[in-house]
Structures are given as C-alpha cells and as structure tokens.
C-alpha cells in the first residue's frame, strides 16, 4: 500500500474570479485508491444507485399498505433524497472522497462525528445487504426449479459471487455497475411503454380493463386512509437509499467535478418517472391489492399479460436489480470501514488493500454481516426482508442527516472565511438543510406511532446505540489525530468575521474562524 497522502481539494481554478480559492484539505483514508471510475461509470452508479429492491421488491409490500398513493410518497420523498444529493454533490465539488460521509463529518464535526456517521452508514449497507441477498433469494424461488433449494443456500451463493467481484477491482465494480444500471433502466423504460400501450389499446390485463377506474372502483388514491401514506414513509426512505453512493464513487473517478452535476440533477426526473411512474402504471393495469409483497410487481404485471416467458425476463432484471444493490452496498462499506480504520475508529483489518486497491478487509466485514443474514433467511425466511428493511432505513436517515448538517457547517465557514462555494451548489441553503432535517426528524417519529413495526425498529436501534457508546470508549484513545489535515487558502479581507458585528482580527496562530491554523475545524 501506498502511504503517501496528495492532496486532493480543490484550487483556485475552481473558484470564480475574485473570490477566495477553494480549501485544501488531506484525509488520510484516500490514499491508495485507484482512479478506475470513468464519466460514465459514475453517471450510471448514480442512476442504478437509486434504483434497486425498494422499488422493484419493496413496492409491493408498500402499495399493500398505501395502494396507490404511494407514488405521491415516492415524489414527496424523491425532493428530498433530492436535496440530499445535492447537498452532497456541492461537497464533493469542494472535496472528493472515497471517505464521503465519513471525511467530511471527520472536517467538519470532528472524529466522533465521524465515527457515528460511520457506524450508521455501516448499518444501513450492513442491513441492505442481508435485505438483497434475502431479495435475490425470494426471485430465484419465482422459478420452479430452484423452490427445492433453501433460501438461505440461494442467499449465501449470492453474497459470495458478489464478494469476489467487488474485490477484484474498482474498475470491475464500475463496469458491473455500469450494465446493471443499463439492464435496470431499459427494463423499466420497456415496461413503460408496455404499460402506455395497453392503457391507450385499452387491452385487457388479467381479465381488467385498464385505466382510471381500477382506481377508483378500489377505494380511490388512498384506499387505507392518508395515514396510511406516513406509515410507509421509512420504507420509502430506505427505496432512495444509495443515491449518496456518488459521492463515495467520486473519490474513485478520474474528473469527479466534472462528473458529479450531471450525474446528481438527473435524480430528480429519474425519480419521477421511475419511482411515481411505475406505480401508477401499476394501479393502472391492475388493482393495487392484486400485488403480493412476496413478488415485484413488475412480475406480476408481466404474468398477467399472458406474453410467453414475460414474467421470467422481468423477473432476471428484477434479480439484477437486487445483484446490483449487493455489489454497490460491498462498494460503499469497503469504503467507509476503511476511512475509520485509518483514524483508528474501526477495525484495523479494515484498512487493508489488495494490489489492485479494492479495501478487502472493510468489504469481508461487511460481508460477514451479510452471513448472519444468511442465518436469518434460515430461522425467518418469511420476514427477513421486512425485519432488515426498517434497520436499513434509519441507517440511511442518519447518514442523510449528517450530510445535511455537514453542508450547512460548510456554508457556515464560507460566509465566515470568505472562502468561494463551487459553482455547483444546493439552491438556499441553510434553509434547505434545516428543512430536509425536519422531515428526517418527522420520519423518525412516524416510526415511534408506528407500533407493529417501528417501535419495534427504534428499541432494536436504541440497542445498537448502546453499543456505539460503548464502542467509543473502547476506540478513542486510539484515534490518529493525524489522519485528517485541513489548510484554507483564506485572503486577507476574509479574516474579519462577516456573520458577527464587531468581530475582529484572528490571533497569531488561528485561522479566521478562530480556530488555531492547521487544525481540524469543527465548526
């Protein structure tokens, strides 16, 4: 391995003319990578990233709930995963890194910060995983030929034939990435156009005509109630989980800024009409209570055509699908683990790397995770998807909350230091922040009203942060205090504080934020 740490922020030729170039900062967890993702890597990682089993699997069980109104839940949420990524993309702009949330919590919010934020973003990748080796299982029994192989022994083949992919090379896990996200949206595209036809043909589906009235004849757009709507709110939550797998993608590509706009405003319109689109189309082409959690609804659409072999061509991209999601949740906790490993917060094997640079040791963690989910599928192959999806879900509201609590820091000490924002930025931010943070809040405690499931999910996470606090006192005597270095290129007019009336000159040895220089800001 290689130890020597460039740097890798940004610099005045990122900043507009006239204003204060961009803050370097060096985060020893970068060092190693190989820059294999291209332009085009990245683009699809960010569109397959958000497509995956919470919509091909996980819409069935939440249109159980909602029926059709689960496509407004899908929008309301999309804005805000929206909101997220961006956030995100603006501080990738500043500073890519294969660390991500991880990096930018450890510059911003110190080492513990890091250290929580890492620790979730673990257990949401952790849980997904057991929730897509359990989903790859689940479609393989679609056919007959494999209902005589246990689930659990399906689960375990799949966990190991990803394993060995993701260690390979980063390039291989782009280039897999790159077809799984082709096959994804194609499917999706092909399904649409099936699905318009037969609306417009008025052809019949499973007996149906198609159309509005399957709506209406069936308790309308919120057949259960609009409570019903909050109750699939964390489901829906953890279906947008993996679009914030491009900013961990971007510290492996070659022109990250380059790639990153494009790559992050195509979420919005893929949400739309992936997300929103599919459901309608469902609810039109059948009664949203003739889907069954326990099948993708692509499937059950394409089985109620009557067209030879549909339902088993879907069923192979829906399985890609769930492949996909494995591949990126091996991708993204190598990754994580391996940027607190280094600062002495996680596992010291987890810092380890093959020779061709992929951070084995964080990704067999993970992967052994993914055995006791393996276990799982053995003792409660009914529930495993639903028992996981919940976990899965609050790991990604905490990750999202501390990507917008790093970004508002950021803002923060750019008004402050009068250090330039990129070009690419999050539209009104720190209003942004504080909203999208409420409705994480919200989501939250919808889940405490929730008491078949979610009251459940938030004793089992008041467990895990039991252990995290436990675990922090294990490790904080150990943290490398030099794995992080931030130095900002700050101009002399910058150093009087702007947000603060009467504030005056720096000390000798402080930034202009008033933190001693060289350190670590926690702003």
Known sequence: MNDEVLPRGGSAADAPSGAAPLATAVDAGDSGYQRGLKRRHLTMIAIGGSIGTGLF?????????????????????????????????????????????????????GEKGAYAVGWLYFLNWSTTVIADITA???YMHFWAVFVPIPQWLLALTALAIVFAMNVASVKLFGEMEYWFAIIKVGAIVAFGVIGIFLVVTQTP????????????????????????????????????GGTEMVGVAAGESENPRAAIPRAVNSIMWRIVLFYAGSVILFTLLLP??????????????MNSIGIPY?????????????????????YATGRTLRSMAVAGTAPAFAKRLNASGAPY?????TAAIGVLGVGLNFVVPARAFDIVLNLAGIGIVGTWASI????????????????????????????????????????????????AVGRITLVVFAGVVILMVIGWFAVR???????????????????????????GQPHDGETGDGRPAGRRPRS
């Open 136 to 138: 790859v299982a689940l």
């Open 57 to 109: 699997l996980g819409a069935s069980g939440r249109m159980e709930i909602a029926g059709p109104s689960l496509a407004f839940v899908y929008i309301i949420c999309g804005i805000f995963a929206f909101l997220v990524v961006r956030a995100l993309g603006e501080l990738v702009m500043y500073r890519p890194s294969s660390g991500a949330f991880v990096s930018y919590a450890r510059e911003f919010l």
């Open 477 to 503: 005597r150990r943290i490398n205090a030099s794995a992080f270095t931030a130095a900002f290129a700050i101009p002399d007019e910058a150093l009087v504080e702007r947000d603060e009336p009467g504030a």
């Open 404 to 451: 917008m609590v790093c970004h508002a820091l950021y803002v923060r000490r750019t008004r402050r230091t009068g250090e330039a924002r990129p070009a690419y930025r999050l539209p009104f931010a720190p209003v942004t922040n504080a909203v999208t943070l409420v409705f994480l809040i919200g989501i939250v405690v919808l889940m405490a009203l929730d008491a």
């Open 361 to 365: 040791g964080g990704i067999m963690i």
């Open 288 to 301: 949203w209570n003739a889907y069954s959690g326990s099948e993708s609804p692509f499937v059950t659409v």
């Open 205 to 240: 589906v499973d007996g149906r005509t198609p159309g509005f009235q399957l709506i209406t004849e069936n308790g309308g757009f919120f057949p259960n109630g609009v409570g019903a709507m909050f109750v699939i709110a964390l489901g829906v939550v953890f279906a947008f």
């Open 310 to 330: 549909a339902g088993d061509i879907m069923n192979v991209v829906v399985l890609t699908a769930a492949m996909s999601s494995l591949n990126a949740g091996l």
